[in-house]
């Protein structure tokens, strides 16, 4: 069974030419998916598709097998992160701690296993020492880093990272690898939109292109 | 063929703006509300407005205005009753024509801004000048037209962005749905912030000043039917305003 499937999906945004038509994808649990391609392709699209961010026009996108246009993003957000181009746009609290714990508290779980989690979580992505810290001072890769706490937070089975790379120096982006390949270790499946080839080569598995609406495996 | 529209002056838009404007806040008359939002919807097509587009674009606001028309018709308690429970009047003739006004008031200043959005941002900047406005107030203007699209998207990231931290909105309480929204502030205001700081440097390294003496590439002028549009407009609103005070309109239906 395919983790996500496209089925004969067709996309184009208000007054635009068809950017997706017709097109046909599978995406296997725990796999490694890069999508690369030119500026205005439609990776990120692509992306926003997978996750139920936005709905096709015909045809249908599956995740697990279900209709994704019929589940609400709450439920989606608990099998799939999604980092976006930005991570500041999804960093919401004002201290590092306050923005990994507030969503769980207000699902009333308990301070224990909160407080547990949370520090597993910062050991995994080594920003322990940032757990006090103020959102607003951090560096772009701490704040990509706890934008991706925030979404691993959830225990999601598979993540899309949308241009993660972008505004990394050589160090950031080697750090980003390794959490990447730890990611992998730890069953994750993962889709990368980018087009920075040189980071995507770090990892096995496919690499998609997309070129005037068509994906090429 | 390419579809038919007016061109004309900002400043003469900005004068039926402003007319339709204050006679839908002054005057509280269903018929004439109505006829004027008809009215400001055919200018607004004369002058190539999209309202289709315009009301896509505040369909959130629509919700929010329905809420205020439901709750003025059963705050009001004039007229004939038209639904009673236990003998307490909850619907009443005159809180559904107080709620009707509202609505054809919003109406009417929401299309009559769709009029302004069919010259481009540098024109409004410039009709404002022209129109002695302070410099650094209608650069405040061009500004918000500049950034909010941009501040749209970021508040429609930062909600799906929430979302997908496994909350779902429509299984919460209302009190823990306020305390989200609280959260989704933080990182629009933050990027507001940083925006604006990015932009006033940017616009620095350029020796950018708000100088009150300002020379400029475009400058607006005023035609044959921009005299004609602005004549219009305001013997039109003063008519009405002269009309509804001075001789008194028919009595309200109620």
Redesign the interface.
Known sequence: MSFIKFENVSFNYQAQKPLFNGIDLCIEPGSFTAITGPNGSGKTTLGKLA?G?LKPLSGKVLLEDRDISGM???????K???L?Q?P???????TVIDDLT??MR??NIDEGIISKKIDTLLDFLNISDLKQSNT?NLSYGEKQRLAIA??L??EPQFLVLDEPTTGLDVERKKILAGLINKLLDAGKGLMIISHDHKFINNFSGQVLRITEGTIYG | MGKFSLKTDIRSKLAIVLGFSTIAVFIQHIYVLFFILILTISIALIFGANILKAIRATKNLWYLFFIIVVLQSIFNRNGQVLLSISGFPLITAGGIIRGGEFLLRVSIIVFSATMISTSSSREVVQGLIQIKIPYDIAFMVSVAIRFLPLLRN?IK??F?????????????PLK?RI??YM??F??VV??AI?KARGLSIAMEMRAFRAYKERTSFLLLKFSTIDYFILGLALIFTSAVFVVFYYFGFPESII
């Open positions: 996750i961010i609400s993003l709450g439920e989606v957000g608990g799939i992160g999604y976006f930005n500041e746009v999804q960093i919401f609290a004002n507030f969503i207000i699902k607003f925030g979404i937070i959830n | 970021e990231d930062t799906t962005a929430i979302q997908l931290r496994g909350l779902d909105f429509k299984k919460i823990k305390q989200v959260y989704i933080n990182p933050a990027g940083r």
